[in-house]
């Protein structure tokens, strides 16, 4: 497996060489103790903390301690940070965050996408080759590109004080959504299955995310209206962290269908589901790959890849609709680090599959099935 292949050097080579500062700073007693406080105390899922943050915190001490492991003016620290992408620090495998009390078999490890092999170091500053399928039985402290949306979340960089006392700051929960207040009328996901969780065991738990695409202007192009994730609005959150989720959550209000309706007659939506991996709800996948998912789709099902809501009697459904757009707007082919496309939503009478408590199917590149949903309208 080739390490980090791909573009954008100057920031993957950043990235190496905080990660090994990282290691041979971690070999000082006290300094692992205060990363492993500062880890314990964030509020964030699976305790990530934002390492440009860490850095450049009010007393710099984190910046201070890789500068001077790595025999390095502070300023040097302070350019790779700027040169890397936006970085997340933690330790992925819950099995690792269980078991390392603070001691020096830690190793630090780094890779952008979920595929490549992550490139760790020793506190000794050692360079080895992980696998990308399974973690190492040492501990692994992740330096990986952020997929947690830290501004939102309301939360800091959750140091600790001199004195040993915290930082502190809000905190997030996914969850299905729902509850005892009146539900809002629109389309809702109640049940949704994954084959994979398609996240590499270095990015820690999947962050399933599904968007309403529809069309962008009066353009052929697709754009997402609405994301339900972990890190969506109140109402479109739900926190899938295995193959399997139930519970209830919005994906598209009545009220945003009837406005999408309105400016775009005879146009029809999309459900695609991704596992995002830079940045939260915010698709950035390949453009090219994108349309040529969808036309393998159109070649085996038509235009019947979308959906509308109908009314049926005095029931409202949600059902199979032509859906004609397959270009992506603002698609990322450059960027480094890309979504992983799970696919697209079709009803299970187009498709011609079934499964029980489910009746869309997630059709993913070569028309291959990487799940299925329950989907309903309230």
Known sequence: VTPHAGGDPRGRAAEERLARRMALALADPAFRTYVKDALDRSPVVEHKLHLGRLLRGSDRRALRALARAGGEPEAAVDADAGAATALELYIPVPAHRAAWGGGDEILVATARTDREAPIAFDVRGRRRLLSPDAPP???????????????????????????????????????????????????????????????????????????????????????????????????????????????????????????????????????????????????????????????????????????????????????????????????????TSQDDLIGNAIEDTVVGEYHAGANWIVRGDNNVTNGWLKLQMR
């Open 137 to 335: 039985s040492a501990p692994v402290l992740a330096v990986v590109p952020v997929e947690t949306d830290f501004d939102a979340l309301e939360v800091g960089m959750m140091l600790p004080d001199g004195d040993g006392a915290g930082g502190g700051g809000g905190g997030g929960s996914g969850g299905g959504g729902g509850g005892t207040a009146t539900v809002t009328p629109g389309l809702y996901m109640t049940a949704s299955h994954f084959v994979d969780d398609f996240e590499g065991w270095l990015k820690g738990s999947p962050e399933y995310e599904i968007h309403i695409l529809g069309q962008s202007g009066a353009s052929d192009s697709l754009t997402s209206y609405q994301c339900a994730g972990e890190h969506a609005a109140t109402g479109y959150s739900f926190d899938q962290n295995n193959n399997d989720w139930t519970g209830s959550v919005r994906l598209f209000s009545q009220t945003q269908l009837n406005g999408y309706r309105t400016a775009h007659p005879n146009q029809n939506i999309r459900i695609l589901a991704i596992e995002d991996d830079d940045g939260a709800c915010q698709i950035r996948l390949d453009g090219t790959r994108f349309k040529n998912f969808l036309t393998v789709l159109q070649q085996n099902y038509g235009t019947l890849t979308g959906g509308k809501d109908t009314t049926s009697g005095l029931a409202k459904t949600y059902k199979r609709a032509t859906a004609l757009q397959k270009i992506l707007r603002a698609a990322y082919s450059w960027l």
